[in-house]
């Protein structure tokens, strides 16, 4: 395994992480509702996907 002769600056280290960021995720907003949703997936806020009820929602008392 290869072993480094000199030890590496921190602007060396820190000039090759510069490309490794989070990034959010896209959002979309619902069809039904109008809350922002991942892609993909049924909204928790009222249960509906591509506009066809997926999950029925508990109403809160």
């Known amino acids: 395994m290869a072993h480094p002769k000199h030890k590496h600056s921190k602007t060396r280290r820190d000039k090759r992480r510069t490309h490794y960021k989070a990034t959010a995720p896209t ?9 922002s949703v991942l892609y993909h997936r049924v909204c928790p806020e ?9 999950i029925e929602k508990k109403a809160t008392a």
């Not at 009222?46 to 997926?54: E, S, T, V």
């Open 27 to 35: 959002t979309a907003s619902c069809s039904n509702c109008g809350s």
């Open 46 to 54: 009222c249960g509906f996907y591509r506009g066809k009820l997926a």
